[in-house]
């Protein structure tokens, strides 16, 4: 268990910090001792002892320093468009690193605080702001950003925003070109307006007649959609029928932020990497009755052009093999009577006509005061403002997922407490 925090600083050395915010909340950590920094003459030691060549680290206005290892992560400047916000002072080199900043950076945010969570990630938490919007992760050394470090052969951090309350499983529908998906999801989107939400791909196929630009595909071309995957802006790609389709982190993410559940049509690659993924999603792949039926409804459907149809007739062979390999998919639902393939599919889903269609969407949304201090508890920040008895708690122990897209399972409540509570972990 760690208790370290920082906040919003004009001018300190590390140590100080280290210390100093321990103090500043003024709370007992619950088997640990309390790191409490009084004495100056402390501090001044212990600055040998880090710096031996005397270094000081001079903040600029709201800039924070959170000290994970022998990196210093300096954080600021985020109101700033062309600035990355966040620089890297390694103690082992006594230089500065300009790290490559991966993920979804927060928009304008001043004064803040940090607390390091597992050497992996930095909390901080966003002073006067509300609180479905308070809580972003920079992840310094997760599992994503190590792999990130080898690609780019540089220093890699990744942003992450905190989505409190958690949403249902994405559902990832495969199947060969005509059996039926697209008309699946339009009965389920129809049917439960408010309860799913289309992850709309992107794609260097051209438009059909009636398909409309940023409803049914992100239209794109080649070379753009091509740096944007090595961008790492895409949770899966795949070329198919010879074009180039993929996900978005962003399309996802847009329908889980509406509180809606996510629902991706994708091909068998896409559904592959989706499977590797740290998205959880539940995987249905459509057969149809038999590949006549298939043809009849590809060339009935009359938006392909004969070699179109040849090369996707060619393609549903391998998709139909690959769609019944164990360990894929979850379901795999025969798609002859629409009706009641619908019907299995809903029942799949845990719909039955009676549910509540409301979407899940987080309560309670309140305000974090302009002057806050943290302190880590086991899964738990106490976000400390001048009412020393109220204070909010953030609860970090069912957290999932990460950069590249949105950190969610945080619970945010409010709760007086006293010193003894606290003490004691009674809250
Ligand atoms: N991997 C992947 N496949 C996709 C994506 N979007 C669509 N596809 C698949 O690409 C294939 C062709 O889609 P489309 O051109 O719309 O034709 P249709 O399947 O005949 O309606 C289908 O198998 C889709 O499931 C995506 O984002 N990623
Ligand atoms: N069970 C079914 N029986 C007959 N026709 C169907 C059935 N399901 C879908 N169709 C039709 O087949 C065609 C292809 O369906 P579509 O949803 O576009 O397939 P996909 O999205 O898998 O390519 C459409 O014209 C659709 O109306």
Not at 42 to 60: E, I, M, P, T, Y
Not at 283 to 306: D, M, Q, V, W
Request: charged share 25%.
């Amino acid at each position: 268990m760690s208790l370290f925090a920082t906040t919003t600083a004009d001018y300190y050395h590390l140590s100080f910090l280290k210390y100093y915010y321990c103090s500043l909340s003024g709370l007992k950590s619950v088997g640990e001792p309390v790191l409490m920094g009084e004495a100056p003459a402390f501090f001044a030691d212990d600055l040998q002892a880090r710096f031996s060549n005397g270094f000081h680290l001079k903040l600029k206005d709201f800039e924070t320093a959170t000290v994970v290892g022998n990196k210093t992560y300096v954080i600021g400047g985020i109101d700033e468009p062309t600035s990355t916000g966040v620089r890297i002072f390694d103690e082992s080199t006594g230089e500065w690193v300009i790290p490559t900043v991966l993920g979804t950076k927060p928009k304008a945010f001043k004064s803040h605080s940090t607390v390091l969570l597992n050497k992996d990630r930095i909390l901080i938490i966003k002073s006067n702001s509300k609180s479905n919007d308070s809580a972003w992760f920079l992840e310094v050394d997760t599992q994503f950003v190590r792999d990130q470090k080898k690609k780019f052969g540089s220093e890699v951090v990744a942003w992450s925003k905190g989505v409190i309350g958690d949403s249902e499983r994405p559902i990832v529908i495969s199947g060969p070109s005509g059996v039926g998906k697209g008309t699946l999801i339009n009965m389920l989107m129809k049917e439960f307006p408010s309860m799913f939400g289309f992850s709309v791909s992107h794609t260097t196929r051209a438009p059909r007649e009636k398909e409309e630009n940023g409803v049914h595909y992100h239209f794109t071309n080649r070379s753009v959609m091509e740096e944007e995957i090595k961008a790492g802006k895409f949770l899966e790609f795949a070329a198919v029928h010879g074009n180039l389709y993929g996900t978005s982190i962003e399309a996802v993410e847009i329908v889980a932020d509406a509180g809606k559940r996510c629902i991706l049509d994708i091909d068998v690659q896409g559904a592959r990497s989706v499977r590797a993924s740290s998205l959880e999603a539940i995987f249905i792949f459509i057969c149809p009755p038999s590949f006549e039926e298939l043809e009849k409804r590809l060339r009935a459907r009359g938006t392909e052009t004969e070699e179109q149809i040849q090369k996707r007739l060619r393609n549903a062979k391998s998709e139909l093999e690959q769609g019944n390999s164990p360990g894929l998919f979850d379901h795999v639902l025969v798609n002859n009577d629409l009706e009641a393939c619908y019907e299995r599919l809903k029942k799949i889903l845990g719909l039955n006509g009676s549910m509540d269609a409301t979407p899940k969407t987080p309560t309670g949304v309140f305000a974090l005061p302009m002057d806050l201090s943290l302190s880590k508890i086991d899964e738990k920040i106490l976000i400390n403002s001048g009412n020393a008895d109220q204070k909010i708690v953030l609860d970090l122990s069912s957290i999932k997922g990460g950069a590249p897209g949105r950190t969610r399972g945080l619970y945010m409540y409010t709760a007086d407490l006293h010193t003894d509570d606290v003490t004691n972990g009674n809250f």
